[in-house]
């Protein structure tokens, strides 16, 4: 009997199609995050996914097929085509961008960026010769959704985590190892020890934003090293809806090293997604600004099947704002 993906390659030796265009998007305005999500469990047609797996470079399809098992091999093929049909959503000086064209190249520390095609490529070179793309996207997943992030000229962290994730160890035990001298007594004062577990979780995802939004590796920035902060509003964590509804739950980060100093360059937005995932953002703050000024983050969530059909979410019961300034659009 043959698994998912020998099904997928068999169709794939006897017919070939073409990837169908999406509908173009306005590149994300300064302080604006796009953030699109599917959910793996809502793929089930074979001909859709073999037509994902041609989106793919040939290095991708044999990553993909290298995974063990077929969960593993669909979750790394959607993920792949979620970046590339994302990413090829936004006209750059109205030039139609073919997933399949994208290159993608990664930082001295490992993080994945955008390298366009040469056919658009001469649009954005500087007079050094270089040519930085002004798309920044990052991705995350779990078993069960799988997001990508994007935005214009601002580096990007994204953070999906399960609202029900288990923790195997003993929660205080886990933080010592891992979280700041504040983080762990914030957790230590919460007595339920399911909402300590809810806000271990929710601590997790914004700490793992911000280390991916610096794009430096975790062993560059360990999470030890940095406290998360909400202004305000810490003690009483993060689900007090009259902090979040005053704006007085702007996140920051401070370095544990030096109590004193906060880094101020990034906006938070923690939210619950699709009422069955935290999800954090954290983006560049917009250098135009001036410095200590902090407006919202402007956020739009959208669920998408690529090539079948794309829904907004923002604004509905799907996304639910816990902390952050968050501008839903």
């Known amino acids: 009997m043959f698994s998912f993906m020998q099904k997928m390659l068999r169709f794939q030796r006897s017919?070939?199609?073409?990837?169908?265009?999406?509908?173009?998007?306005?590149?994300?305005?300064?302080m604006e995050t796009h953030l699109w999500f599917v959910v793996p469990d809502e793929f089930k047609s074979v001909s859709l996914l073999n037509q994902y797996m041609e989106l793919l470079s040939p290095c991708e399809k044999e990553n993909v097929l290298s995974m063990r098992g077929e969960q593993l091999q669909k979750s790394a093929l959607l993920a792949r085509t979620l970046v590339r049909t994302t990413i090829a959503r936004y006209q750059i000086?109205?030039?139609?961008?073919d997933p399949r064209s994208l290159k993608f190249k990664r930082n001295v520390h490992g993080k994945p960026e955008v390298s366009f095609h040469l056919l658009i490529q001469?649009?954005?070179?500087?007079?050094?010769?270089?040519?930085?793309?002004?798309?920044?996207f990052n991705i995350s997943h779990t078993s069960s959704l799988i997001a990508c992030g994007v935005t214009l000229n601002s580096s990007i962290g994204i953070d999906i985590e399960e609202k029900q994730r288990k923790i195997k160890n003993n929660i205080l035990s886990f933080a010592r190892r891992y979280f700041s001298l504040h983080e762990v007594e914030h957790l230590s004062a919460i007595s339920d020890s399911e909402v300590q577990r809810q806000e271990f979780v929710k601590l997790w995802t914004l700490k793992e934003a911000?280390?991916?939004?610096?794009?430096?590796?975790?062993?560059?920035?360990?999470?030890?090293?940095?406290?998360?902060r909400i202004k305000n509003a810490f003690r009483r964590g993060f689900d007090h809806a009259d902090d979040i509804e005053s704006g007085a739950s702007e996140v920051v980060v401070e370095s544990s090293d030096h109590h004193e100093r906060f880094t101020n360059n990034w906006q938070f937005g923690l939210f619950e997604l699709a009422s069955s995932h935290y999800a954090a953002v954290c983006m560049e703050k917009d250098k135009t600004r001036d410095a200590g000024v902090s407006g919202p983050m402007r956020l739009t969530v959208r669920k998408t099947i690529p090539f079948v059909e794309d829904e907004c979410i923002s604004g509905t019961d799907a996304v639910v704002p816990l902390a952050g300034l968050i501008e839903q659009f």
């Not at 911000?210 to 560059?220: E, M, N, T, W």
């Open 15 to 30: 017919f070939s199609v073409s990837p169908c265009p999406t509908l173009p998007l306005q590149l994300p305005s300064p």
């Open 93 to 97: 000086n109205n030039r139609v961008v």
């Open 122 to 136: 001469k649009e954005w070179e500087s007079d050094g010769g270089q040519c930085p793309s002004p798309l920044h």
């Open 210 to 228: 911000y280390v991916k939004a610096l794009g430096r590796g975790f062993s560059a920035a360990p999470f030890k090293t940095f406290t998360i």
